[in-house]
């Protein structure tokens, strides 16, 4: 045992508690550190970098043996604390949280579909001034790409001049385009182009435009003045709408939406919420040119049905009648009411609809009993003079469909089948008759 003096004893003890006071200031200023270190971290989070936030996480971890104290405790709950913030700041500002759901469906939509659409440019043979035939650009559309072996439907209205047919994909590749068959009666064509084996097609699908309703929501893409790939919304504006596309076509149960369309907008899809394909852009109606809200677009439910007949068959088969049809006029109707009196003939009361001028034998039309005419008559169109017999019925309506026109005609079998059976509503010696006739096929001996 070591023995001290009286002198030792204090002297040690006075140094014991200097030293003792000494640790403890260094403690306290090491958590007042430690305290205001954490605080900072805290207020500073807006401003932590992606290298802090490695930085922090390299660190090395603590042992899992050194003692817990109530200070240790209360850096770990601020480090805690800082780090849930932070990754709910992360979050925040990689999330769609600045997006309102309409805007995100809109994207969604875009970016589902865009790629699918094509922008189709034709070149036409023209004369230059030597009256030369020369290749010269054309016009230019919008297409969907409707099957991965390169299936593109569009308007016949896009290709109908086209030399020669070039479809550009989203990618800025351009290949060559053929006509796989084109449909007058409804607008639509369908090209086809060989992509290479390599290549995977985006391509849309087709909706429903049965279930419809005016106010829903569509999208239309295409590329109007030639700037590809552009969508814009709007709303159905009406449906069923029959829309008179040139002198001898009647497209009926259009859709009308106010989604602006525009020159290049033609053969593009128009789209639901989906992004599933519910109409084909067609046409619109405008003074100056440019969309004024009136744009039409044929239903997918036709689209359907004349784009798996031109795959198929490369048109459209088509239920017929099995007559020669006519267009009556008011001309017509008073050389019948005045010189066809002397021919036998009744007189009519009615100046439009379509005059059964003959019925090929063995048709549908015979066999039910529609009447021709017996008189042969001449009528002359400008240069052309035509024959035609009058006298017979006269066809005012097909079903529910009233035919004043030949385009009237023309329409209201646009949606029929061979084989469809149809009322057909003829004026006869002054009377309405309803016949139904049983309707031929495309391929069957008609006039």
Known sequence: MKLYSRLQMIKNTIIGVVLGLCLAAAGFAVYSISKKSGSEKAERLPEVSAVQEQEKTAEPEKNAGEPVTADSKRIAALEAKYDSLLSKTMEIANSNASYTQDELQNIAVYEKCNEAVVNITTQEMGYNWFFEPVVQDGGSGSGSIIDKRGYVVTNVHVISKANKINISLANGNTYEGVVVGKDIESDIAVLKFDPPADVALKTIDFGNSENLKVGQKVLAIGNPFALERTITTGIISGLGRPIQESANVIIRNMIQTDAAINPGNSGGPLLDSTGKMIGINTMIISNSGSSAGLGFAVPVSTARRVVSDLIQYGKVRRGKLGIKPVQMTADIANYINTTGQNAGLSKV?????????????????????????????RSRYGFNTVTFNIGGDIITGIDNITVSSYADYMSALESKRPGDTVTVTVYRNGEYKKIKVTLDGSSSSTL
């Open 349 to 377: 009361a009615i100046s439009s609809g379509i005059i059964i001028s003959e019925i090929s034998a063995g048709s549908g039309a015979e066999k039910a009993g529609l009447v021709a005419g017996p008189l042969s008559v």
